[in-house]
């Protein structure tokens, strides 16, 4: 944080509850009504959360709230996954800082934290909205020892990890929408990345990003995703601690791995079949080779989407998107 912030919040700290117009501000820093006003915004994207009345000016009522590392290591239960982790202010993509991590010898189990990116990255090349402070925004190293054309059943795992674990927590009625997108009455909550490196069909290694909004307010996402998103904060009604959350994901996706690694697909399809508002829904599936219409009546043994068309015909859909009808 810059020295000009710095001194703006101090100056905020020192009042305490009181309100300081923008002509106070100017003043005691030095600089002009505009600037005052421009440094406010700045800090709101960073997380700080400030009262303006007109003719009274501003007061700051909420400073972004940190993750606290040391606590959460101390709630892991896991053997592997979260021991190692690299926590970080902001960053790009903590997808992309996974990807160095590896090619610097990371681990297994190692796991990227970032309040705050800047380039997140979604499904099928979107972008990824992730302020400050505002929810978990990570990237798990994964090294399994599976042949590379399984990967997309890693990713319907992943889901499954997400979702019991935050309705375990939050108590919300969240479910999987094909392939891994976490919804709460038709709102996405979640979203899940799933970056392979191969090299002769052989999997290398795989970096899991998670994306979950856990305290943003309606206020907080921009106008094009305020119909489309919300947060585990918004649904459940009160501010979520991250930490316990990122704690239950990583016990629960460690344990989901070892029971795959053991016993196949199997129990994993019949986890995310009993959590997905897709199955026996009405969809359209927006694919490479058009568009298919019809009821979604399974996942098959590769984690492909099964469809029941109009005429009868049932059409299996290996990737793309889908719309709830």
């Known amino acids: 944080m810059n020295e000009n912030y710095q001194r703006i919040l101090q100056v905020f700290q020192e009042q305490g509850d009181a309100f300081l117009s923008g002509e106070q501000l100017s003043q005691q820093l030095g ?16 997380g700080y959360v400030f009262e303006a009345v007109s003719r009274k000016g501003y007061r700051l009522v909420q400073s972004p709230v940190k993750l606290d590392i040391a606590r959460l290591m101390a709630l892991l239960e896991t053997r592997t996954f979260g021991r190692s982790i690299h926590y970080y202010d902001e960053v790009s993509s903590t997808n992309t800082i996974a990807h160095d991590k590896v090619a610097q010898g990371a681990e297994e189990g190692t796991l990227i934290i970032a309040e705050c990116q800047t380039s997140g990255r979604g499904r099928l090349g979107r972008s990824w909205f992730s302020p400050k402070g ?41 479910k999987i929408k094909w392939p891994n997108d976490l919804l709460i009455s ?14 002769d069909e052989r999997m290398k290694y ?18 094009e995703l305020k ?19 990122i704690a239950a994901f990583l016990k629960e996706f460690e344990d989901l791995c070892e029971l795959y690694y053991s016993q196949g697909f199997g129990p994993i399809r019949i986890l995310w079949e009993a959590l997905a508002v897709s199955i026996g829904q009405v969809v359209r599936a927006h694919t490479s080779q058009g568009i298919i219409e019809g009821k979604a009546i399974a996942l098959d043994d590769s984690g492909a989407l099964v469809i029941l068309q109009n005429n009868g015909e049932e059409t299996k859909v290996y990737s793309g998107e889908i719309k709830l009808n």
């Open 206 to 223: 795989t970096v899991c990003g998670i994306g979950i909004s856990v305290n943003l307010k309606p206020d907080d996402y921009p106008k």
């Open 31 to 46: 600089v002009s009504r505009t600037a005052v006003w421009k440094q406010i915004e700045n800090l709101r994207a960073e």
């Open 227 to 245: 119909q489309i998103a919300t947060s585990l904060g918004i649904e459940a009604g009160h501010e979520i601690e991250r930490e316990t959350i």
């Open 186 to 199: 038709g709102k996405k909550v979640t979203g899940i990345l799933l970056e392979t490196s191969a090299e």
């Open 134 to 174: 505002k929810g978990i925004w990570m990237s798990l190293v994964l090294k399994p020892k599976i042949p590379l054309f399984f990967t997309p059943q890693l990713t319907l795992l992943t889901a499954v990890a997400a979702c019991r674990s935050i309705r375990r927590v939050c108590a919300v009625d969240v």
